[in-house]
């Protein structure tokens, strides 16, 4: 026992809490935390190492003959009792991880198309379709007819499409018809056009069985299949209904950072996915009775913030307030002053429950889908939706009226603008008169711009939290790459202060020149995670704008989850690899290195005509990766001269105005 508490006062002395974060606001609410007593997950993390057979993948627990560890050292040295070879194992667990994942963003796509039917069917009136441009748009691009139609048919017909994402057995998923023909062409000579996505990850889970697919490539097959079904499929219809239901983004100016914390009001915070839980919140927390009830408890009245991928979603479409990303989820509550957490599914930290407990405040499940242990459930039903969100909010100010814990709100607020969806970067560029990507293209095509990277996902507490988001990000707007960004990331970026049109002084002098040119930030913030769909609509509009080649795989692109944790990064990552975009991630990469089933991700598939993945735990090594690729791209198009020429004359002109 003794011996124990040596243990714990050593590891106490060796945590600085700048080596886990860069997020000021999260450091000092951990010194709070270790103050108060309280662990989160960043004491864990330094606590519990992680398994390297399981970091390796070279594990296999599907059958009772096993569990059989292989040795990464001499990967083909064994097999597991079954015979199963590492390639087999790799492939297997790498293939279940991109059904769990697929899972959660086409659940959630599912969520929102059942509220739209509900909506369409005029079972639900508490939300209505906001946005009737975008559902005739939508409509248009698979094919649904929309001219002199009523909006209510238009829509009972995009559903009865949209359906077909999910359930559909035989055929191809709606959302190929968006895909640039060249890609789609490739997908269908391989065999990998979704079909719905509960097929897909039905054969995932029934190949991944003992005994059946046991060909590391045939896996590999399906992974991609499953995760176009998440990408072009269940994340599409999420972000799609969502802007449909709720709007579509477009620039906004924003706060980030716990300083969005008032202390004199009551807080709400909202974290999780679904963005039908935060849009019922925000009512609830403008519904003016509400409002007396907090001054009447002593408040100046009620602020609502987000966290993770909901309070992404609102900070792009109304501009609500944004507390941190997934690793400040726990360090938001250590400040005492949120009077409730209100959360829904995914990214949810069971240990929320416990410090949640520790500042006396109510943590709210609301989703049938997900209950936590010592949380209060609260169901929330979309047709009566308000009777939950309210409820949470009559909590909030009780809370409020008790609060006990001693309250400390780090004092930081960021400022950016965030909201750029694929059709708001397109009018932005071309003007509402010529909305199109051909300035984009053409920025391109001349060199100004580079090329345009992806940088999303997670934070992780195994590597120092935002961190490598903010260095990738720097160093490859430096080198003129455009960054594009959703999820947790963009909220990293944010605080780093690289979202607003200011931070164009950090870009290279071609990508600077646009984005002054515009008045448009070097970094876009576009929304939560299942919206990398925006970026893949993106890649099809640039390929069908003519000059950069013919699929998304000739592009000057590039993608990255430097931070990534979830599952559902492991889904997102074959989508773009398979729709031909090199994708790199950070932190740690579920394979060992240098076996067939590494060759095959790392290089094979890309000679197949898709994309490839890559890795590095370093942010200027991953820069570099992606930066190679791009100019790798340009040359095959046949477009680094002009680069050249661009940058020479900058150069030229820049002797100018100092002489
Ligand atoms: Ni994406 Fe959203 Fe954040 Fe990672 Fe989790 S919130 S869906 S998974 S941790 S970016
Ligand atoms: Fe072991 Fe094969 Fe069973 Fe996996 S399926 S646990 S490798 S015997």
């Known amino acids: 026992m003794a011996e124990e508490k040596k243990i714990i006062a050593k590891k106490d002395k060796e945590i600085n809490f700048r080596d886990l974060t860069t997020c000021d606001a999260t450091i000092q609410m951990l010194e709070k935390a270790k103050r108060d007593g309280v662990e989160t997950a960043f004491d864990r993390a330094v606590s519990m190492k992680a398994c390297p057979i399981g970091a390796n993948s070279a594990c296999c627990k599907h059958c009772s003959m096993g569990p059989c560890r292989l040795n990464a050292k001499d990967p083909y040295g064994k097999v597991g009792v079954c015979g199963a070879t590492i390639d087999t194992i790799m492939a297997r667990n790498f293939a279940r991880m991109v059904a769990s994942g697929c899972a959660a963003h086409t659940d959630h796509g599912m969520s929102m198309l059942d509220l739209f039917r509900e909506v369409v069917n005029g079972n639900i009136q508490d939300y209505k379709i906001k946005d009737t441009v975008k559902l005739e748009e939508v409509a248009r691009s698979i094919g649904i007819e929309t001219e002199g139609r009523e909006m209510m048919d238009i829509a009972k017909d995009l559903y009865k499409e949209l359906e077909r994402t999910y359930t559909q057995v035989e055929g191809e998923i709606p959302f190929a018809d968006r895909v640039p023909a060249k890609t789609l062409e490739t997908w269908r000579k391989l065999g990998i056009v979704p079909r719905g996505s509960m097929r897909e990850i039905m054969e995932i889970m029934h190949r991944t069985h003992m005994g059946v697919d046991q060909h590391y490539e045939n896996i590999t097959k399906q992974c991609s299949r499953t995760a176009l079904a998440d990408g072009w499929g269940?994340?599409?219809?999420?972000?799609?209904?969502?802007?449909?239901?709720f709007g579509t983004p477009s620039p906004i100016s924003i706060e980030v950072n716990m300083g969005v914390l008032k202390e004199d009001y009551v807080n709400v915070i909202v974290h999780g996915h679904e963005p039908n839980l935060f849009e019922s919140m925000i009512e609830s927390c403008n519904e003016q009775s509400l409002i007396e009830e907090a001054k009447k408890a002593g408040a100046k009245g009620i602020n609502l913030a987000g966290m993770c991928c909901s309070g992404a979603e609102v900070l792009v479409r109304h501009g609500i307030p944004h507390a941190g990303n997934f690793m400040s989820t726990e360090a938001v509550l250590v400040t005492g002053a949120v009077d409730v957490m209100?959360?829904?599914?995914?990214?949810?930290?069971?240990?929320?429950a416990k410090v949640a407990e520790c500042y006396g405040t109510p943590l709210i499940t609301t989703n049938p889908r997900c209950h936590i242990e010592g949380a209060t459930h609260i169901e929330f039903h979309e047709h009566n939706p308000k009777d939950c969100t309210d409820e949470v909010v009559i909590k909030a100010i009780s809370r409020f009226k008790n609060r006990k814990a001693k309250v400390e709100?780090?004092?930081?607020?960021?400022?950016?603008?965030?909201?750029?969806?694929?059709?708001?970067?397109?009018?932005?560029?071309?003007?509402?008169?010529?909305?199109?990507?051909?300035?984009?293209?053409?920025?391109?095509?001349?060199?100004?711009?580079?090329?345009?990277?992806?940088?999303?996902?997670?934070?992780?507490?195994?590597?120092?939290?935002?961190?490598?988001?903010?260095?990738?990000?720097k160093e490859l707007i430096k080198n003129d790459v455009l960054v594009v960004q959703t999820g947790c990331s963009q909220v990293a970026l944010a605080k780093a202060g690289l979202t607003t049109p200011e931070a164009a002084v950090m870009a290279g002098p071609g990508l600077r020149e646009v984005c002054e040119t515009v008045g448009m930030p070097p970094v876009l913030g576009i929304g939560s995670c299942v919206d990398n769909s925006r970026i893949l609509i993106a890649c099809a509009e640039m390929v069908n704008e003519g000059g950069l080649g013919d699929s998304i795989a000739d592009l000057p692109v590039a993608g990255a989850a430097p931070e990534w944790m979830s599952e559902k990064a492991i889904s997102i990552g074959p989508d773009f690899v398979a729709s031909g975009v090199y994708t790199v991630f950070g932190v740690t990469f579920p394979i060992v290195e240098e076996t067939k089933f590494y060759k095959l991700l790392f290089d094979g598939l890309e000679k197949q005509g898709l994309g490839k993945w890559g890795f590095s735990p370093d942010p200027y090594e991953?820069?570099?990766?992606?930066?190679?690729?791009?100019?790798?791209?340009?040359?095959?198009?046949?477009?680094?001269?002009?680069?050249?020429?661009?940058?020479?004359?900058m150069a030229d002109r820049q002797k100018l105005e100092v002489a």
């Open 234 to 245: 269940g994340s599409m219809v999420a972000t799609e209904i969502s802007d449909i239901l």
């Open 342 to 352: 209100c959360v829904d599914v995914q990214c949810i930290k069971q240990g929320l």
């Open 409 to 473: 709100i780090p004092q930081i607020r960021n400022i950016g603008v965030h909201g750029f969806s694929h059709e708001y970067i397109k009018y932005m560029l071309g003007g509402t008169f010529r909305a199109s990507y051909r300035p984009l293209n053409d920025n391109i095509i001349n060199g100004r711009i580079r090329g345009v990277a992806g940088v999303v996902g997670c934070t992780n507490p195994r590597v120092k939290q935002d961190w490598v988001h903010v260095e990738l990000v």
């Open 622 to 649: 991953l820069a570099r990766m992606m930066i190679d690729h791009i100019d790798k791209k340009r040359k095959a198009l046949g477009i680094d001269k002009a680069r050249e020429r661009v940058l020479m004359d």
